[in-house]
């Protein structure tokens, strides 16, 4: 049996955990539930997951933001396969589930960003529908180190 649903619980929080760490290395079990339910009570943000066979097999992490320009949005912040099951539509299956989320909520789009790096996830995402609209530029600021 496949499914999405959201990880609310420690547990399956930590569940996600592997999948995760492939995106975002720098991340350890040991803080990482807490980093998450960190975010979802300061930010809104959201952990969903595919499930296939009781096994996680795709991440994705999101919140909702308003602007001017891009009216009410869901930004995806996080969005990876685990890297034994890619390419079996795991991914597919998860974007449409965020699109047709964003959708539910109102949202006028659905947003995020890429590294310049990553081109298997762009050719993903432009197969997806989702165009290159603007450059997204960073300077850091008070060496803020990533969790």
Known sequence: MTEIREM??????????????????????????????????????????????????????????????????????????????????????LFDWLEAESRCQGCANLRLDTGVQRIDAQRFYDRKGMTFLCQHRVKEINGLRRE
């Open 8 to 93: 609310t619980t420690d547990a399956e929080v930590l569940e996600t955990f592997p999948v995760m760490r492939q995106l975002r290395p720098w991340l350890t079990e040991d803080t990482y539930v807490d980093a998450v339910q960190r975010r979802r009570a300061d930010y809104g943000y959201h952990l969903v997951a595919r499930i296939e066979e009781g096994r996680v097999v795709c991440v994705a992490g999101y919140k909702y933001s308003h602007s001017f320009h891009f009216l009410k949005y869901m930004y995806v912040d996080d969005l990876v396969s685990d890297e034994t099951v890619r390419s079996r539509g795991h991914g597919d299956a």
